[in-house]
């Protein structure tokens, strides 16, 4: 099996702060292959910006390392670093274009960096900004640009020098959801076609469901799980995770919470057949939907509903051997999950 | 007192003299300040390149210096003079101590100015691999420029105000005769025909300042 292109190893930060000192990261383990798009998603705070600039060291982490193909970034001398930054390109919430200079000027940028002469640059600036869809704008200032052409320019200006890795920290965190989906869009092909390895930062689950193969899901400084995006989405095995995967319903559904709740996971068999009207067909009891998502996930039905089961214990016995009878996913809710 | 063609030609000169030394002035501050300007931010404890002890000894120094009235740094900077230029009076001769108590003045202008800058765009530019020169050559100073320039017609003004102290020291300039002709000799309209011309210079320093600092500005649409 090959390398991964990323591993970070016992990774910790510790920022040390007037008011003493603050934990960012601790005890992180991943390992992205290759040619994937990796995810990695958590509230704000959880560590996120900083995980992520550890992987290209702007930020020294205090414990372990990382690994860019094999070769230990904390051993590496600041200028191998500089040299390794140039394989990871980095795209930021705030794109951070430089308003003095035009696109075309941004997208050079990082090969003026590495002494690529000018017209050489120039030309390969052009086929990306082809690339990005904005060639027509190449004299345009930053400043003249949307938010979304900002970000074409900044992820054109990523890939100048050729990078394995695009970091993507919060990069549609600044657009509106159309912009955001066709950066996204970009992103993907971008690793289909150059086979550039994406390691994407988001707080929202929507973006992780788009485009990422695999998840790690950050909370509190630390990894609370990691795994293919289908799974998680449809068996969250962390309370975070369930909060991220259910979002506000995950509240509002602890109101209801008196009487017996079941979870009932989609797993992409059952797609074809409407499972809750048959089961309240079959059972003849009324149950109560207290949360449902179900999503479209690489081309199967996933996702998951919460039901109540009926008042009386009877029917509710009822509902649980009909959906063990029809071989459905469920587990019951607890009194503090959801 | 009458206004004939020696006060005429009396001006002339005094705008001339107020002119360079002014300029040369501003000059030399700027090749001091603009290097310890950069030096106060790069080498700053969150730096890009951070020597705190350096930054702190720096700023140190510099709010000593700013903190000398000009009058008397005048005085102590003038046997400098002396062995710099060769003399202790006349115009010349002031532009030592204009340019030492200039310098730091500049030196925070152009920190201020570099602080301006957006953090994630210096951080954009180290994710690609960039080096403290370049990031202080190709980020930094051209993305600085406009709030620079604006810096600098600030700096500018105030080194003219400044050396109109020249008079002080048998120096030449507007200033002085200012100072020699209204203080002195109590001839308010030469005075104030100074003073006039002295405004008019600083409004015309300003003007070019603001003007090159928007025409260069790209954030502008
Ligand atoms: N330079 C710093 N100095 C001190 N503390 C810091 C620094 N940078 C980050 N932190 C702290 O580390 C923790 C993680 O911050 P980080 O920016 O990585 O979070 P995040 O997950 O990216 O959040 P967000 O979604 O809001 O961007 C926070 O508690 C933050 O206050
Ligand atoms: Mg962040």
């Given amino acids: 099996m090959e390398t991964p292109i990323i591993q970070i190893r016992d990774l910790g930060k510790e920022f040390r702060t007037a008011n003493g000192p603050v934990r960012a990261l601790q005890d992180i383990n991943l390992e992205v292959d290759a040619g994937e798009i990796f995810g990695i998603i958590g509230l704000s705070g959880a560590g996120k910006s900083t995980l992520v600039r550890c992987v290209n060291y702007l930020e020294v982490p205090t414990e372990g390392d990382v690994l860019f193909e094999g070769r230990s970034m904390a051993s590496m001398t600041e200028k191998e670093r500089r040299a390794t930054r140039q394989s990871m390109g980095m795209i930021f919430q705030q794109f951070n274009l430089l308003a003095q200079r035009n696109v075309i000027r941004n997208v050079c940028f990082p090969l003026e960096l590495i002494g690529v002469p000018k017209k050489e640059a120039r030309e390969r600036a052009m086929e990306l900004l082809r690339t990005v869809g904005l060639e027509e704008r190449a004299l345009a200032y930053p400043a003249q640009l949307s938010g979304g052409q900002k970000q074409r320019v900044a992820i054109a200006r990523a890939l100048a020098t050729n990078p394995k890795v695009l970091l993507c920290d919060e990069a549609t965190s600044a657009l509106d959801p159309d912009t955001t989906k066709q950066i996204l869009e970009l992103l993907k092909e971008i690793n289909r076609a150059m086979g550039v390895t994406i390691l994407v930062i988001t707080h929202e689950m929507s973006v992780i469901e788009a485009i990422c193969d695999r998840v790690a899901i950050i909370d509190q400084s630390r990894i609370a799980e990691v795994g293919a995006v289908s799974e998680i989405f449809v068996d969250p095995k962390s309370a975070i995770g369930r909060r991220l995967i259910m979002g506000e319903a995950a509240h509002q559904a602890e109101a209801f919470k008196q009487q017996r709740s079941i979870r009932i996971i989609f797993d992409g068999r059952e797609s074809a057949e409407p499972v809750i009207s048959n089961m309240v067909l079959a059972c003849n009891a009324p149950v109560n939907i207290m949360y449902a998502a179900t999503r479209d996930i690489q081309g199967k039905a996933m996702g998951q509903m919460v039901v109540q089961l009926p008042e009386d214990a009877a029917s509710a016995e009822r509902v649980i051997r009909y959906l063990r009878s029809v071989r459905i996913p469920y587990e019951e809710v607890g009194e503090n999950e959801i | ?221």
């Fill in chain 2, 1 to 221: 007192m009458k206004f004939d063609a020696t006060t005429i030609q009396m001006l002339r000169t005094g705008i001339w003299e107020s002119f360079y030394m002014t300029a040369l002035s501003s000059l030399f501050a700027y090749v001091i300040g603009l290097p310890l300007g950069v030096i106060l931010v790069v080498a700053d404890q969150d730096g890009i390149h951070p020597i705190p002890w350096l930054q702190k000894i720096l700023g140190v120094i510099i709010n000593l210096l700013r903190s000398v009235p000009f009058l008397i740094l005048l005085f102590i900077a003038l046997p400098l003079s002396k062995i710099v230029i060769g003399t202790r009076i006349g115009s010349p001769a002031i532009i030592i101590p204009l340019t030492i108590a200039a310098a730091p003045y500049v030196a925070r202008v152009v920190e201020s100015s570099f602080r301006e800058l957006d953090a994630g765009v210096i951080e954009a530019a180290q994710s690609m691999g960039a080096s403290t020169w370049q990031i202080i050559w190709k980020v930094l100073l051209p993305e600085s420029k406009p709030s620079l320039l604006l810096g600098a017609a600030l700096a500018v003004t105030t080194i003219l105000s400044y050396s109109a102290m020249a008079g002080f020291t048998g120096g030449g300039g507007l200033g002085a005769i200012a100072i020699n002709y209204g203080y002195y000799r109590y001839e308010p309209f030469l005075m104030w025909i100074s003073v006039i011309l002295l405004v008019v210079m600083v409004q015309v320093i300003q003007e070019v300042g603001t003007r090159l600092s928007k025409k260069g500005d790209k954030r502008i649409r």
